[in-house]
């Protein structure tokens, strides 16, 4: 059998790339990539700590489907404002989207 | 080592690759494509962890959904940052400094815990995951208050991305 420190480990290292992307990438959809990389991470965590736990308690896939719905909606409006930005500033680089910077 | 053992470190090696390269290529279809095969890794795992109905699900709305508005937005907005000057900002040694931070941190505290090295539970027999999955979601004993709240944050994620995006003129 498959150990539960294989996931954890996995979920770690996937979270940590995906740290990395949103840190480092200058692209704002690179970005958002990244973002979705941690949370695929936080899932596998969570289906992997409710199978290692009681089975029999679901809320381990309960809060699974929950990310998802986040995650979905987190795409949605973050690449509608992109696509806003990008429309009239012409630019998807986050370094140059600094309207709010005081 | 098991068969069920090589085929996990297999999907955690595709997931890992990718993930690596979703946050350095240079092509933004490229990390977008990248980002599928990692998401199609993760569905594998939800399927060695028996959570068929997660890796269904993790199939039609990441891959199926997600995935392809992201290559639809860089579609929209590549013409400025196509391959041309550096992909990270200046700080990226910084980022890399502080992801390997976060994996030792994580890894450290989570190898002090007694839980660590646990392995699989027995699924009781005759549990239906799907099933249960689907009364937890409804049931006012349980979940039905958070799906409700993730119903209409969807809604308004809908209407909100529907009137950001919306041109003027």
């Known amino acids: 059998m498959i150990p539960l420190s294989w ?20 692209n704002a959809v690179a970005i958002l990539l990244g973002i979705e990389l941690m949370l695929n991470a936080v899932n596998i965590n ?4 409710w199978r290692y736990g009681d089975p029999a308690m679901i809320v381990g896939q309960v809060f699974a489907i929950i990310v998802f719905a986040t995650a979905a909606a987190e795409v949605a409006v973050g690449l509608a404002l992109i696509i806003s930005i990008y429309r009239r500033r012409k630019t998807v680089v986050a370094d140059e989207i600094d309207m709010m910077k005081w | ?8 470190l297999l999907f955690a090696a595709v997931i890992l690759g990718s993930a690596l390269m979703v946050v350095t290529t240079r092509n933004m279809i490229h990390a977008a494509l990248w980002l ?3 998401l199609f890794g993760v569905a594998a795992v939800y399927a060695l962890l028996n959570a068929g109905f997660l890796a269904v699900v993790q199939v039609v709305v990441y891959i199926g959904a997600i995935a392809i508005l992201f290559i639809f937005a860089v579609m929209l907005t590549r013409r400025e940052m196509r391959d041309k000057g550096p992909q990270l900002n200046k700080n990226w040694w910084m980022a890399a400094l502080i992801s390997v931070v976060t994996f030792g941190g994580l890894f450290g505290l989570l190898s002090n815990w007694a839980g660590f090295s646990k392995t699989a539970a027995e699924i009781p027999a005759g549990l239906d995951a799907v ?6 979601l409804v049931s006012p004993d349980a979940y039905v208050l958070p799906f409700e709240v993730a119903s209409i944050l969807l809604l308004a994620a809908l209407i909100g991305a529907v009137y950001v995006a919306f041109n003027k003129e």
């Not at chain 1, 969570?46 to 700590?49: H, K, P, R, Y």
């Not at chain 2, 099933?131 to 937890?136: N, T, Y």
């Open chain 1, 7 to 26: 996931y954890l480990t996995l979920s770690a290292g996937l979270f940590s790339i995906g740290l990395f992307g949103v840190l480092a990438r200058k």
């Open chain 1, 46 to 49: 969570l289906v992997a700590f």
């Open chain 2, 1 to 8: 080592m098991t068969f069920l053992q090589i085929i996990f």
């Open chain 2, 36 to 38: 599928i095969a990692a």
């Open chain 2, 131 to 136: 099933e249960q999955l689907g009364i937890a």
